[in-house]
C-alpha cells in the first residue's frame, strides 16, 4: 500500500502524526502540569495546518487527486484539528461533565462536516469540474481556538483560573469558554453558511 502512496499522501500523514503528537503532549501536560507542553501542543497543531495547507498544493501542483488521498485528508484532520484541539481543551482545564459533553459535540461536528463535504465536493466538482465553496466553516478554523487556549496559558488563566470562571449546573461544572467550541462546532455543520474555497 505505500508504495501507492504520493508525495501529497506522505504530508496527509504528516498532518495526522502532528495532530496525535499534540494529543500526547496534551496528556503529558495533565500528567506533569506543565505548561510548555501545552505550547508544544499548539505548535504542533499549526504543525498540522501547514502541512494541510502543503498536501493540498502539492497534490494541485502534481495534477493529482485521489480518493484515497480525499479519504486520508479527512481521517487526518479530524485527528489534527478536530479530536487535538479538545483534548487541549481538556488539558488546560475543562474537565467538568458539560465541558466534556461540549467537547464531544465540537468533535462530532467536526467529522460530520468532514463526511458531508466528501459526498457534496464529489457532487459539485462531477458538475462543475471543481468544487467552488465550502458549506459552513472549514475545520482546520479551529486553529483559531488552540491559538485562543495558548493566549490564555500564557496569561495564567486555565485550570483553576479559566477565563470567565467555572458555573454550577445540575451539579455539575461547565466553564463558559467550553460554549466557544459549541459554536465552532455549529457554525462547521451550518447549512446556510457558505465560504467561497479558493
Not at 16 to 28: H, N, P, Q
Not at 55 to 79: T, Y
Not at 140 to 169: C, F, H, K, N, Y
Not at 171 to 186: I, Q, R
Request: net charge neutral; with cysteine; charged share 15%.
Amino acid at each position: 500500500m505505500i508504495r501507492d502512496f504520493h508525495l501529497a499522501d506522505l504530508l496527509t500523514l504528516a498532518n495526522g502524526g502532528s495532530g496525535t503528537a499534540a494529543l500526547f503532549l496534551a496528556m503529558d501536560h495533565v500528567r506533569e502540569a506543565r505548561v510548555d507542553k501545552l505550547y508544544a501542543a499548539g505548535a504542533c497543531v499549526v504543525a498540522a495546518l501547514v502541512f494541510d495547507v502543503m498536501d493540498g498544493r502539492v497534490a494541485r501542483w502534481r495534477h493529482h487527486a485521489s480518493p484515497l488521498g480525499r479519504e486520508l485528508d479527512s481521517l487526518a484532520d479530524v485527528i489534527s484539528f478536530g479530536v487535538a484541539p479538545a483534548g487541549l481543551a481538556f488539558a488546560a482545564g475543562m474537565t467538568g461533565l458539560w465541558d466534556a459533553l461540549c467537547l464531544v459535540y465540537f468533535v462530532a461536528c467536526g467529522i460530520s462536516r468532514l463526511a458531508r463535504y466528501n459526498v457534496t465536493a464529489e457532487a459539485m466538482s462531477a458538475q462543475t469540474g471543481k468544487v467552488t465553496y465550502f458549506e459552513g466553516t472549514p475545520i482546520p478554523t479551529s486553529v483559531l481556538l488552540v491559538a485562543l487556549l495558548l493566549g490564555l496559558a500564557r496569561a495564567g488563566r486555565i485550570e483553576d483560573a479559566m477565563l470567565a470562571g467555572v458555573w454550577r449546573i445540575a451539579g455539575f461544572d461547565l466553564h463558559p469558554l467550553a460554549l466557544v467550541f459549541v459554536l465552532s462546532g455549529s457554525l462547521m455543520i451550518s447549512k446556510t453558511l457558505r465560504i467561497p474555497k479558493p
